[in-house]
């Protein structure tokens, strides 16, 4: 009996060392040095006020754009005035006296050409410049030919009055953009 008792004491206490629980893995808690929280707010600080400068330097470039695109459409529209003021004076002119004319609306054309455009008054100056050339062919036609003018005269008049129509109507619609 006491070699039965022995041998149950020896399980038992085996038994309670080997069940024993291990201790709970270690967490570690991470403190923050002074110099630390102030190099991450420095961080945080530098993070928004890039994304305010990002802001307002994107709200000035757009209004740049309006403004620019407001002195582009108003050269644009002082050149077509000036073009059309040029062709009336052409329009009264007679047909000997037509060169000094054409050469003042040549003036008017390549000052128009030299105005600074953006995306929708490009469209627009290139449909202008269009009109000119073929309103200047059409001058040049109407100068050399004798008595009435004739049907290639007057289908560039035509098409250049149409084409000139188009541009200020994108004229307007860049206006509204």
């Given at each position: 009996?006491?070699?039965?008792?022995?041998?149950?004491?020896?399980?038992?206490?085996?038994?309670?060392?080997?069940?024993?629980?291990?201790?709970?893995?270690?967490?570690?808690?991470?403190?923050?040095?002074?110099?630390?929280?102030?190099?991450?707010d420095d961080?945080?600080?530098?993070?928004?006020?890039?994304?305010?400068?990002?802001?307002?330097?994107?709200?000035?470039?757009?209004?740049?754009?309006?403004?620019?695109?407001?002195?582009?459409?108003?050269?644009?529209?002082?050149?077509?005035?000036?073009?059309?003021?040029?062709?009336?004076e052409a329009?009264?002119?007679?047909?000997?006296?037509?060169?000094?004319?054409?050469?003042?609306?040549?003036?008017?054309?390549?000052?128009?050409?030299?105005?600074?455009?953006?995306?929708?008054?490009?469209?627009?100056?290139?449909?202008?410049?269009?009109?000119?050339?073929?309103?200047?062919?059409?001058?040049?036609?109407?100068?050399?030919?004798?008595?009435?003018?004739?049907?290639?005269?007057?289908?560039?008049?035509?098409?250049?009055?149409?084409?000139?129509?188009?541009?200020?109507?994108?004229?307007?619609?860049?206006l509204s953009?």
């Amino acid at each position: 009996m006491k070699r039965i008792l022995t041998l149950v004491t020896i399980v038992l206490v085996t038994t309670l060392f080997g069940c024993k629980d291990s201790a709970p893995p270690k967490t570690e808690v991470r403190i923050e040095s002074a110099s630390e929280a102030a190099r991450n707010d420095d961080r945080a600080i530098a993070v928004r006020l890039a994304q305010q400068k990002a802001a307002v330097d994107d709200a000035f470039q757009k209004q740049r754009a309006r403004e620019s695109r407001q002195q582009y459409l108003d050269l644009l529209q002082a050149g077509i005035k000036r073009w059309e003021d040029g062709l009336s004076e052409a329009g009264l002119t007679p047909r000997s006296g037509l060169a000094p004319q054409i050469s003042k609306l040549q003036t008017i054309r390549t000052d128009v050409g030299g105005i600074n455009v953006d995306d929708c008054t490009g469209a627009a100056r290139a449909t202008l410049q269009l009109s000119m050339a073929n309103a200047l062919e059409a001058l040049a036609m109407f100068q050399k030919e004798k008595g009435e003018s004739g049907d290639a005269t007057t289908q560039k008049v035509t098409q250049a009055t149409e084409q000139l129509r188009e541009a200020k109507s994108q004229v307007v619609a860049c206006l509204s953009k």
